[in-house]
Nanobody, 126 residues
Framework: VQLQASGGGWVQSGGSLKLSCTAS????????VGWFRQAPGKEREFVVG????????NYADSVKGRFTFSRDNAKNTVYLQVNSLKPEDTAVYYC????????????????????WGQGTLVTVSS
């Protein structure tokens, strides 16, 4: 299984980007998928997670109302629309997936996920 993330870039504060994550070797139809981010010198941070079986999406409080998760089954791709960007959103954004069905409390935990993309850099200037 390979995950390919893309869509990062440089934007000014208040701007938007749409990040993509395409899977090869499996489909985004079972288990769970998540987006995480890691800023320089900081630990990897949960952004959003989606459990397919229960059709539930969990967002980190810091991104609620600004970030939106979506998927395109035909393209086997999930997206993260990031709006109203702030300088503190600057980070490498990673997509991750697992074929297992984690409980809700484990969605934000990076150890839940078995497959990771290479990351895409988002830089927000003030």
């Amino acid at each position: 299984v390979q995950l390919q993330a893309s869509g990062g870039g440089w934007v000014q504060s208040g701007g938007s980007l749409k990040l993509s994550c395409t899977a090869s070797g499996r489909t985004f139809s079972s288990g769970a998928v998540g987006w995480f981010r890691q800023a320089p010198g900081k630990e990897r941070e949960f952004v959003v997670g989606r459990r397919w079986r229960f059709a539930t999406t969990n967002y980190a409080d810091s991104v609620k109302g600004r970030f939106t998760f979506s998927r395109d089954n035909a393209k086997n791709t999930v997206y993260l629309q990031v709006n109203s960007l702030k300088p503190e959103d600057t980070a490498v954004y990673y997509c991750a997936a697992t074929a297992r069905n984690p409980i809700t409390s484990m969605i934000p935990n990076p150890t839940t996920y078995d497959y990771w993309g290479q990351g895409t850099l988002v830089t927000v200037s003030s």
